[in-house]
């Protein structure tokens, strides 16, 4: 036997790629832009509250980061303008509306996507055909909707309003999320014996915390700072929201902008809290269904 076929096979070498040069400018191009959009984001945040504990005499002529530091701004909004009063009136507003928008968009979300009734599809594209409608052209309906129910003026006619205005964009996002879900989970329960309800509940409703978290944050979001109706809709300076009241520290002819800009500051710090709060479920809720099994 000659020594050729005695010689064993040699072992294929794998050669792991080397990283060029392209690839390298790539990434490091792609983490400034990134760099770049976050100063661009955090740069206008980060000047709001430099102006809002600077004196007013320094509010455009001092330098970006003030020389001397000042609370007077929070003074007069909080104690001058008595702002905790409307800011206690966003507090209200936006949790009874988040908790009437979300009960009513769950439960009509399961219906739409695990319920199969006549005439399913026809109304969910008639309830969620209000997304089409842009909210400024049912000022003057809704203004004289709530004038004809003694509404007008009140916190729980805007509550209404701001709940009727979030359901249809809710209700697509939940009945998305439900049909994402897997129908094995269901079935498995109602054979056990567990009724619609007890599958909702205790099945389906858990399951569906990222999505919760996705339609309380876009409608946190969208009644905190909403401004067109609570101005329109509620005259009394006791009864609004807090953005209203800080709108109006903007004068014609003169501006407090270290007051201003406090009222800003204290609007926008329960916001930040919330989003970094719930960041974990708002992701996982934006991202649910974009893989299928």
Do not use: C
Not at 204 to 217: D, E, Q
């Amino acid at each position: 036997m000659s020594s050729t076929t005695l010689q064993r096979p040699r072992a294929a070498v794998v050669r792991r790629p080397r990283r060029g040069a392209a690839a390298i400018s790539r990434r490091v191009l792609w983490h400034a832009v990134m760099i770049a959009v976050a100063v661009g984001a955090v740069a206008p945040l980060l000047y709001m509250v430099l102006t809002s504990i600077r004196p007013q005499a320094t509010a455009f002529s001092g330098p970006i980061v003030p020389d001397r530091l000042t609370g007077v701004g929070y003074d007069f909004a909080w104690n001058e303008l008595q702002i905790w009063r409307n800011f206690l009136n966003s507090v209200l507003i936006t949790g009874t509306t988040l908790v009437l928008t979300i009960a009513a968009a769950t439960l009509a979300g399961y219906a739409f996507s695990r319920i199969g009734f006549t005439g399913r599809n026809l109304l969910f594209f008639v309830v969620t055909s209000a997304l089409f409608l842009p909210g400024v052209a049912t000022l003057i309906p809704v203004y004289l909707e709530l004038q004809s129910f003694g509404l007008l003026g009140s916190r729980l006619g805007l509550i209404l309003v701001y709940t009727a205005g979030g359901v249809s964009f809710s209700l697509f996002l939940m009945r998305t999320f439900f049909d994402a879900l897997p129908h094995e989970l269901s079935e498995a329960a109602r054979i056990d014996g567990a009724s619609e309800v007890q599958i909702f509940w205790r099945v389906m409703l858990p399951l569906a915390a990222p999505g919760i978290a996705t339609v309380a944050i876009f409608q946190m979001i969208n009644v905190w700072n909403e401004l067109l109706f609570a101005s329109a809709l509620i005259s009394d300076p006791a009864n609004r929201p807090i953005q209203p009241v800080a709108n109006s520290l903007i004068g014609q002819y003169a501006t407090n902008w270290p007051a201003l800009t406090a009222a800003m500051t204290l609007s926008a710090l329960p916001m930040v809290v919330a989003y970094v709060v719930f960041q974990r479920w708002f992701v996982a809720g934006l991202t649910a269904g974009a893989v299928k099994a």
